[in-house]
């Protein structure tokens, strides 16, 4: 069993910046592939950015590309996620996830086995 505890959620401007963090519980947090997701409002949980076991992978969306990074210390059990340039339609609830199994990176939500309880973001214009 896998557990996952968000943190470093908060409101920030437009153009601000906040970092996530992820720690999981679990000896072998080094071999799982990491997720990160929000979900607005009214909308369906969507895919951010992903990091293969290792690091040396990493994968975002289009809409984040560029202004988010992912980034993780298997050192510290914990996966990282650094966004800035924030725009209010960033604002949603950001879980992490991970997969024990998955060699690369992973974008769909199916792919994933573990979830934590989410963190919120809202930025403000």
């Known amino acids: 069993q896998v557990q996952l505890v968000e943190s470093g959620g908060g409101l920030v401007q437009a153009g601000g910046s906040l970092r996530l963090s992820c720690a999981a519980s679990?000896?072998?947090?080094?071999?799982?592939?990491m997720g990160w997701f929000r979900q607005a409002p009214g909308k369906e949980r969507e895919f951010v950015a992903a990091?293969?076991?290792?690091?040396?992978?990493?994968y975002y969306a289009d809409s984040v590309k560029g202004r988010f990074t992912i980034s993780r210390d298997n050192a510290k059990n914990t996966v990282y996620l650094q966004m800035n340039s924030l725009k209010p339609e960033d604002t949603a609830v950001y879980y992490c996830?991970?997969?024990?199994?998955?060699?690369?990176?992973?974008?769909?939500?199916?792919?994933?086995?573990?979830w934590g309880q989410g963190t919120q973001v809202t930025v403000s214009s």
């Open positions: 990091i293969s076991w290792s690091g040396g992978s990493t």
């Open positions: 679990g000896r072998t947090f080094s071999s799982y592939a």
């Open positions: 996830a991970a997969d024990p199994f998955l060699a690369g990176t992973a974008s769909r939500i199916y792919e994933y086995d573990y």
